[in-house]
Antibody, heavy 119, light 106 residues
Framework: QITLKESGPTLVKPTQTLTLTCTFS??????????VDWIRQPPGKALEWLAL???????RYSPSLKSRLTITKDTSKNQVVLTMTNMDPVDTATYYC???????????WGQGTLVTVSS | DIQMTQSPSTLSASVGDRVTITCRAS??????LAWYQQKPGKAPKLLIY???SLESGVPSRFSGSGSGTEFTLTISSLQPDDFATYYC????????FGPGTKVDIK
């Protein structure tokens, strides 16, 4: 059974760096073809894809946010970490991590974590 | 960047109605398109992948079609549990979600 759970601060100040951790079970990021995505959703708005890391450490980023994002993995801990620099109130959103396979759709999602950016 | 659009943005329908949502990509994405259903406060749920493949456990009243730049999601007979927001997502290049279509009660 595949499960994912996001963790991190619920409140960050403008200009700070956000660090979110996705802890998962039921699969390994050392298995060929496996990937973990990050997606966010501002309150009442649409989903926005952020980043993806594959088992082979191939990383993909949203072109519009690439300069602010870093995605890393710790295979031994079954974790993926997303950092986003220079946070702004418009970055207030529910942040999700999710599982996918190479050339496949996202099939399992975490429950999401709401991050509010405010001074 | 590949941009995704959806129409309509809101759809009012009744139980039993046939519902069709359209998704368009700004350039060809072959069949690398998924459809998700999202209810308030919940994570999205995968319905359709590779444009027309039904995810395991998803009712057969949901179907997808299309290739290239134009895609549709059809619900053959709308059920009470289907009132939700639907998103398309391309995964041909990076990944992009559409703006969503809210299906509400007429």
């Amino acid at each position: 059974q595949i499960t994912l759970k996001e963790s991190g601060p619920t409140l960050v100040k403008p200009t700070q760096t956000l660090t979110l951790t996705c802890t998962f079970s039921g699969f390994s990021l050392s298995t060929s073809g496996v990937g973990v995505d990050w997606i966010r959703q501002p309150p009442g708005k649409a989903l926005e894809w952020l980043a993806l890391i594959y088992w082979d450490n191939d990383k993909r980023y949203s072109p519009s946010l690439k300069s602010r994002l870093t995605i890393t993995k710790d295979t031994s801990k079954n974790q993926v970490v997303l950092t986003m620099t220079n946070m702004d109130p418009v970055d207030t959103a529910t942040y999700y991590c999710a599982h996918r396979q190479l050339a496949a759709a996202i099939d399992y999602w975490g429950q999401g974590t709401l991050v509010t950016v405010s001074s | 960047d590949i941009q995704m659009t959806q129409s309509p943005s809101t759809l009012s329908a009744s139980v039993g109605d046939r519902v069709t949502i359209t998704c368009r990509a700004s350039q060809s994405i072959s069949i690398w398109l998924a459809w998700y259903q999202q209810k308030p406060g919940k994570a999205p749920k995968l319905l359709i992948y590779k444009a027309s493949s039904l995810e395991s456990g998803v009712p057969s009243r949901f179907s997808g079609s299309g290739s290239g730049t134009e895609f549709t999601l059809t619900i053959s007979s709308l059920q009470p549990d289907d009132f939700a927001t639907y998103y398309c997502q391309q995964y041909n290049s990076y990944s992009t979600f559409g703006p969503g279509t809210k299906v509400d009660i007429k």
